[in-house]
């Protein structure tokens, strides 16, 4: 029976067996043409996916990615509010995980601007979701006071709200049960250093915070009703952490370097709610307010598909040797794995059930691919995520700005390798984009295997990681320098 992936591509499957073990000079070059076409068979790249996403799941550091860092201020401005925008549209916490994250984009086109958002899953918002979200369109167009939209946003994303307030929390050691009362001035303020106190003169000032009360103090209030935050909690509660997490964030500058960075990326979080609520207000009013034409449309991605793979880690990789037989069969999780990578993690012998989905950020990017197509393709593609993308989303928005002019931009990856992560289908003229992310997949486990088989060439193989990834920091910056001009 053909598979997924066949049918997308439209050929069949060559599984065409190397017959020389693979050095790492070699991955480079002439084998490259039989990885794409033997991980078009969707049990090869399935089981690959989760032997790899086990063997090294946190793959690379999360970061901004190479085109938000090349764009120009603007543009990181734009796809920061549409990063913003996604917030609005997230009504599941992370229990459906499928629904807790979504991406959006912005088309505008002859005095209209098209809206359009996607998350993981094909599933349709909801009646009262459609017209929660008509109406937020409405306050926007009316220029309704920031503080009234950001308590229309409250009831319909408050799970999600709530669970971004605990993370942070969680990052002080604090929960709904433990508030730590016994201890103050988390974030170390200190009234001798000028900048602290100037930060705190700032939000007395401007009525931030009260004129009796410290700065360290109103943080940890702020924690602690962080902490307490539920999706039971009132809108008024929630409301309140919101509105200092604005203030703390984007009011006075400082407190950043009060903090580690991901504890800063938490608080920017929490505040970017109100901050968007600005921007977005900003930019309909530019639009033309409550004459502006703007529309909202849900795209929806492949329904998700339920597949069995290998659970364990070794089982899964091994399926990779029955194709290419010069890779001998791992056989020993502890030396062969463990030892070259440390946070393998070994999984059961048996088979296991994943929902394979295609991530948002692809299923807008498609979109916004294929309105460009018929107009300029030197405009650059602007994605917005509630959430840094995985290392496979990064990897194939980087093979496809390697012939995209104007390149399609994401703000972050958080560098992990997702499992069950769904291959998008090829928009017609892009087939090498879903070549390279499927010879990229075969070139790493190539490397598990040369590693596992053939210690003396460890130090010759590639390791699991971004040196491995295909990037042409030239090309690539060339191409954001045309997007940005
Ligand atoms: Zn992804």
Redesign the pocket.
Known sequence: MASTLEQQSGTPVTRQHVSQPVSSQRLHNEDLIHYHQALRDTDLFNNCLHGLSNTSFHHAEGTDTILYRLASDDMQKHVNMLDGLALFLIFRGRDKKDQSVVATGMIRAAGTVNIVYANNSSRPSSLEQRVYIYDLIEKFKDQDPVDDILKHIIPFCKEKMAQRCKNLAAKFNMNSTTLREDVSNFYGVRSDIAEHAEMETTLRDLNWIQKTTSLSKALDTFLRFAAKLTRLSTIEDIFNVLYLAYAFTTITPGIEKLVEPPIWRRMRKIGDYRKTCICVRDVVRTLGGSRATITIEQLFPPDEVQHEVHNSTLEALNTWSKVFPSNSPLHDFESQIKEHYPNAKEGQSGKMKILFSQ????TVAKHLLQVKTTRSLLDPIEIGCSKA??????L?LTELNRILPGGAITSATHGNL?DG?MMPQALPSYETVNRGVLDYIGRQVEIVFARGNDRRRKSDSLPLDRRALPQDDKMQKEKSERAIV
Request: net charge negative; hydrophobic share 30%; aromatic share 30%.
């Open positions: 991530h948002c950020e692809l993308s995985c290392f496979w989303c990064d194939y997702c992560w």
